[in-house]
T-cell receptor, first 116, second 115 residues
Framework: AQKVTQAQTEISVVEKEDVTLDCVYE???????LFWYKQPPSGELVFLIR??????QNEISGRYSWNFQKSTSSFNFTITASQVVDSAVYFC?????????????FGPGTSLSVIP | SAVISQKPSRDICQRGTSLTIQCQVD?????MFWYRQQPGQSLTLIAT?????????ESGFVIDKFPISRPNLTFSTLTVSNMSPEDSSIYLC????????????FGQGTRLTVV
C-alpha cells in the first residue's frame, strides 16, 4: 500500500529558528514521486517541490531544503531562519505506478506556527 | 504551468440539496482530479476524471453521491448530491502538468458549508 506519514501534527518555533518537518513514506514501487505542499491560512495549496525516486540529491531553494533518504524512506523538509510567513500547514505527498503517477496521495499534514 | 479557476469559491447549502462545482483549466490536460479536505484534515482523493470516459472513484466515494462530468480537456464539474452536514469541506480540483518541471496544480478550492 502507498502511505505517507507525518508524525508531527503541530510544531511551534520562534522566528529565526530552524525547523525540520518529517515525512516517511511507504511504497512498493521502484519509481515514484514525492512532493511537498504548503497551505497557508488563506487555504490555497502552494507547490514547493517534486522529487523522483531516482534523484537522491538533496535540494536547496533559498531558506528551504529537502533531504531525501531512500534507505529510510524519508523526505524531510527544513526551513532555515523561519519567518512568520512560513506559518502554514505543510503536506508531504506521494505518487507512483500502483495508483498512477498523476494521482497524488497526501500525508496528514504538519501545522507550523512561527511565533514572532 | 496551469491556471485553474474553480467556482463557486464558497457556498452555504441546505441539507438535501445538491451543489455543482466547476473547474476550468487554461490548458488541455488528460486527467483532472477532485479532492476533498474536511475541516482540519488532509486532502483525500475523490476521483480521477478522464475526458470521454467515466470517472474513476476512490474507495469510499460513489458516483451517485459525487457525479462528475468531463466534457472536454479543459473543464470538469463535481456535484455533491443530497448534501448533509458531513459534506461540509473544501473541495479542490487538480491537474498535473508534465514538462521541464512537472507539478500538480490546484484550484483555489470551494468551501462548502451544509446547514
Amino acid at each position: 500500500a502507498q502511505k505517507v506519514t507525518q508524525a508531527q501534527t503541530e510544531i511551534s518555533v520562534v522566528e529565526k529558528e530552524d525547523v525540520t518537518l518529517d515525512c516517511v513514506y511507504e511504497t512498493r514501487d521502484t519509481t515514484y514521486y514525492l512532493f511537498w505542499y504548503k497551505q497557508p491560512p488563506s487555504g490555497e495549496l502552494v507547490f514547493l517541490i517534486r522529487r523522483n525516486s531516482f534523484d537522491e540529491q538533496n535540494e536547496i531553494s533559498g531558506r528551504y531544503s529537502w533531504n531525501f533518504q531512500k534507505s529510510t524512506s524519508s523526505f524531510n523538509f527544513t526551513i532555515t531562519a523561519s519567518q512568520v510567513v512560513d506559518s502554514a500547514v505543510y503536506f508531504c505527498a506521494l505518487s507512483g505506478r500502483r495508483v498512477s503517477y498523476d494521482k497524488v496521495i497526501f500525508g496528514p499534514g504538519t501545522s507550523l506556527s512561527v511565533i514572532p | 504551468s496551469a491556471v485553474i479557476s474553480q467556482k463557486p469559491s464558497r457556498d452555504i447549502c441546505q441539507r438535501g440539496t445538491s451543489l455543482t462545482i466547476q473547474c476550468q483549466v487554461d490548458s488541455q490536460v488528460t486527467m483532472m482530479f477532485w479532492y476533498r479536505q474536511q475541516p482540519g484534515q488532509s486532502l483525500t482523493l475523490i476521483a480521477t476524471a478522464n475526458q470521454g470516459s467515466e470517472a474513476t472513484y476512490e474507495s469510499g466515494f460513489v458516483i451517485d453521491k459525487f457525479p462528475i462530468s468531463r466534457p472536454n480537456l479543459t473543464f470538469s464539474t463535481l456535484t455533491v448530491s443530497n448534501m448533509s452536514p458531513e459534506d461540509s469541506s473544501i473541495y479542490l480540483c487538480s491537474v498535473v502538468v508534465t514538462g521541464g518541471r512537472t507539478e500538480a496544480f490546484f484550484g483555489q478550492g470551494t468551501r462548502l458549508t451544509v446547514v
